[in-house]
């Protein structure tokens, strides 16, 4: 049976239908990168916990051209990027919904300007958390409804398209070429992505590689270099990496910060210097893998869970690489952040602040303190036994200080409570 984990206090209450969980998504596009014109069908299997008189879809300004119901044309509304649909009353169980539609995609407004697809100078990037993904395909877009994809792509031959998943097949007719890719392990509709640019590819370890535009190849090979060494360390530390390849695109025009996609991540060309002087950043969205994609905030309040994590890789990475340990990084932070604003909880910061830095480093800060009061050796098997635990699944702040608890007979408590619903910074153990 399908069980909400939506907070009482959605960030996001008009994305997403509760109703209904998606299963597999299925889509088939056909895009001209010059004309930004893409056309699609998207096909979904679904599942009901009761019947249900409506549905609705998160999709944006496009012209739908028709929508099926487990195969029969039902009437359906379009405005402010809902796709409502009137099926009829529908029993409990699986069905399926076929959606055609077609326009030319663009970013999503937010709080922090546009997202999700989005035209480079001369390709896409799909960056799309939290709420861009309804800007290429229509979707339930809530991050806890996880599901299977199958993103087929067709574009003119001078380009490479690079998805979530692993390439099937890739074939060729006349101009244009199809790229097929599958993503078995359960995504999030913010984490589906799809790269398309003049991109050459380079393998960095198994199963790891990195895609880039040919002029800057020997800066990103050498800034990339040490990723093979990264995915280690991190097994190591969090637990075997939860998807079956890793790819790094880096695009041929500057963005405001890296992103992740699931087993993907995406840099601009002002990230690669040839002196690895962005790596930090390298090793951020390498964690993400493990927290934000395999283990997903069931709810948008808990975004600590997915950045405090990365941002701890850091460190982590700092310290086994030769630079400034945990400890140092940690006390660094922490003078920064008292002299700032004690003015958010970090365990619900609110919508607007999903991305402050304070976010980010109070979460490092955070599993930092608890580090020190637990020893090396048991936090590293916490986290292991928290990423096995929620391996492909949602989670919640409630579900890791209840894990922390019984590990540790209670007595840390006291001492998470502080740094996750308190406003005022507490000191370092």
Not at 5 to 14: G, K
Not at 141 to 153: E, F, H, N, T
Not at 287 to 292: E, V
Request: hydrophobic share 40%; aromatic share 10%.
């Amino acid at each position: 049976m399908f069980v909400s984990t939506t907070p009482r206090r959605p960030y996001f209450p008009a994305h997403g239908d509760d109703g209904y969980r998606v299963e597999h998504y299925d889509l088939s596009l056909d895009y001209r990168v010059p004309a930004n014109r893409l056309d699609g069908i998207a096909r979904l299997s679904a599942v009901a916990p009761g019947p249900l008189d409506g549905l609705a879809l998160d999709l944006g300004a496009f012209r739908v051209g028709g929508v099926l119901v487990n195969g029969e044309a039902v009437r359906f509304t379009h405005r402010g990027g809902r796709l409502h649909l009137a099926p009829g009353r529908l029993a409990a169980g699986p069905f399926t919904v076929e959606v055609r539609y077609s326009g030319s995609p663009r970013p999503v407004s937010s709080h922090w300007g546009g997202l999700g697809w989005e035209q480079l100078t001369d390709g896409v990037i799909v960056a799309s958390q939290p709420i861009g993904a309804p800007s290429w395909f229509p979707c339930n877009d809530r991050p806890d409804d996880k599901a299977g994809y199958r993103i087929s792509v067709t574009t003119a031959s001078p380009y490479t398209v690079i998805a979530n998943g692993e390439l099937v097949s890739r074939r060729q007719a006349a101009s244009t070429t199809t790229w097929v890719y599958e993503q078995a392990e359960p995504m999030a509709s913010y984490l589906a992505s799809v790269q398309i640019g003049r991109y050459r590819q380079a393998d960095l370890g198994p199963g790891t590689r990195v895609a880039f535009p040919a002029r800057l190849a020997s800066r990103v090979r050498h800034d990339f270099e040490r990723q093979d060494r990264m995915m280690e360390v991190f097994s190591e530390r969090f637990g075997p990496y939860p998807f079956g390849s890793y790819t790094a695109v880096v695009v041929d025009d500057e963005l405001e910060i890296p992103v992740e996609a699931q087993g993907m991540s995406i840099f601009g060309v002002n990230h690669v210097d040839g002196r690895r002087g962005q790596e930090r950043l390298v090793a951020h969205e390498l964690a993400h893998q493990w927290f934000g994609n395999s283990l997903t905030a069931a709810g948008w309040c808990d975004i600590w869970l997915h950045e405090g994590f990365a941002a701890y890789a850091e460190w982590i990475w700092s310290e086994v690489s030769g630079g400034a340990t945990a400890d140092d990084l940690a006390v660094r932070w922490h003078r920064r952040l008292a002299a700032l604003p004690q003015d958010f909880v970090l365990a619900d910061p609110g919508a607007p602040r999903l991305f402050d830095d304070r976010v980010y480093k109070r979460g490092a800060l955070t599993l930092h303190a608890l580090r020190r009061a637990m020893g090396d050796a048991p936090f590293f098997a916490l986290l292991r036994e928290w990423t096995a635990g929620h391996r492909h699944g949602s989670v919640t702040t409630g579900q890791f200080t209840d894990l922390v608890a019984r590990r540790t007979a209670g007595p840390l408590e006291g001492l998470l409570s502080g740094w996750l619903y308190g406003s005022r910074l507490p000191a370092l153990p």
